[in-house]
């Protein structure tokens, strides 16, 4: 199983379940980046809430021009409001970890490794479009 359908079978295991993510990975979010409270603190929870579905997208892209273009839009955009490399990747362990918190104990090493080297591509390439901007 490729990593991206590994990842795909941990958010329809959430997804079965009629779990929603949005509450605790933003409120782990904040706790570990409270920089970006003030950010956000004009977003409602439909902003919020299309914020992470344009998340959950990007992670499920499989990898291609499609994938590309849509970080390099992200953090062009992102940018010009003061969001830094560094609450990407604390907005995306929070996430990983909510969606690991959700579930339990089914949780595996090969979701564990999947995940782990995902979130470590994308800020590979979200480094390399900030240091391009
Ligand atoms: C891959 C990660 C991210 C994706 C895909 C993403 C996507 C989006 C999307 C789609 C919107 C528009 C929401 C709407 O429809 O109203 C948005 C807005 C916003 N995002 Fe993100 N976001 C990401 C990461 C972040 C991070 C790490 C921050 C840091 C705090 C952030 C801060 C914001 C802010 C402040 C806005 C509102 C901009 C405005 O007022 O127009 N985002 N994001």
């Known amino acids: 199983m490729s990593d991206i359908d590994t990842i ?3 958010l329809e295991l959430v997804a079965e379940e009629g779990i929603d993510v949005t509450e605790p990975t933003y409120k782990d979010f904040f706790e570990v980046s409270p920089e970006s409270i003030s950010l956000m603190e004009h977003m409602d929870h439909l902003m919020r809430g299309r914020m992470l579905n ?3 997208m990007m992670v499920m892209m ?3 021009t499609p994938k590309v273009d849509v970080i390099h ?6 940018s010009a409001n003061g969001v830094k490399p560094i609450m990407y990747l ?5 996430f990983h970890k909510a969606v690991k918190g959700a579930i339990g104990d089914r949780w595996t ?3 564990e490794g999947a995940w782990q080297r995902e ?5 590979q390439r979200i ?3 900030f240091a391009a901007l």
């Open 119 to 123: 979130i470590t591509q994308l800020m």
């Open 8 to 10: 795909l079978s941990t």
């Open 127 to 129: 480094e390399a479009n």
């Open 109 to 111: 090493s090969d979701q």
């Open 73 to 78: 839009f992200e953090v062009k955009t992102h």
């Open 90 to 94: 604390q907005l995306f362990q929070s």
């Open 62 to 64: 499989p990898e291609g």
């Open 54 to 56: 344009a998340l959950i």
